[in-house]
């Protein structure tokens, strides 16, 4: 074989290769998600808007055993360890996870809660939970304004929330604002969403709240 003829034959292996990663990366990409269909910025409301309840037809995420089906979940009935979003029909267990070269550390099926910020508990800085469009998040893009969050954490202390922004965002955007564990008190949950670019989703689902004491 000739130098030509063997640089010939790497060329098209690599060429091959090339077309097969792609075909890989086109066959494994995820579809579009939906994103809200308004952006909103306001202040609590004096009356919550929406449902307060939540018909669970299937398992909690991250359960060990499937819940008894159907069952309404309100803030009264709320295991510890979970977060319930009735307007986007979001019911399921959380735990803290870390940031780790930049990434967050998103639980394949549950929530994660940025280990780094704030507690529901605490007075100042921000609860910064995040999930999978696929998975714990597929119904944030539902989320109404000036709905009701509630969170009850490992102690099992019950807070409420209420929705006072919704907006989306490129990922590749940072948000110092949403990282801080000082500032005022809000809860932030984050997911995926929007057009599939190279096996990504592009924009991020952000839903804001304050929380409501009596």
């Not at 790497?10 to 091959?16: F, G, I, Q, S, Y």
């Not at 069952?71 to 803290?96: E, H, N, Q, R």
């Not at 605490?122 to 998040?137: I, K, N, P, S």
């Amino acid at each position: 074989m000739t130098r030509r003829t063997r640089i010939g034959v790497v060329a098209a292996a690599a060429a091959a290769a090339l077309v097969a990663a792609w075909q890989l990366v086109v066959a494994v990409q995820p579809s579009a998600a939906p994103l809200p269909a308004a952006m909103v910025a306001t202040t609590v409301a004096p009356v919550a808007a929406g449902p307060t309840d939540l018909t669970v037809t299937g398992a909690l995420a991250g359960a060990s055993a499937p819940a008894a089906s159907p069952a309404v979940v309100t803030a009264a009935t709320m295991k510890t360890g979970t977060v319930l979003v009735p307007s986007a029909g979001i019911y399921t267990t959380y735990a803290p996870e870390p940031v780790v070269d930049g990434q967050a550390v998103i639980p394949a099926t549950t929530t994660g809660m940025w280990s780094g910020g704030a507690r529901p508990s605490d007075t100042a800085g921000t609860v910064l939970m995040w999930a999978h469009v696929e998975h714990a998040f597929a119904g944030l893009y539902q989320a109404v304004p000036h709905g009701v969050v509630y969170v009850r954490d490992e102690t099992g202390r019950l807070s409420s929330w209420q929705i006072t922004r919704i907006y989306t965002e490129p990922r590749s955007w940072t948000h110092p604002d949403l990282y801080t564990a000082t500032g005022p008190h809000q809860l932030a949950l984050v997911t995926c969403g929007g057009p599939v670019s190279w096996g990504h989703y592009t924009q991020n689902t952000i839903v804001i709240a304050q929380e409501v004491r009596s």
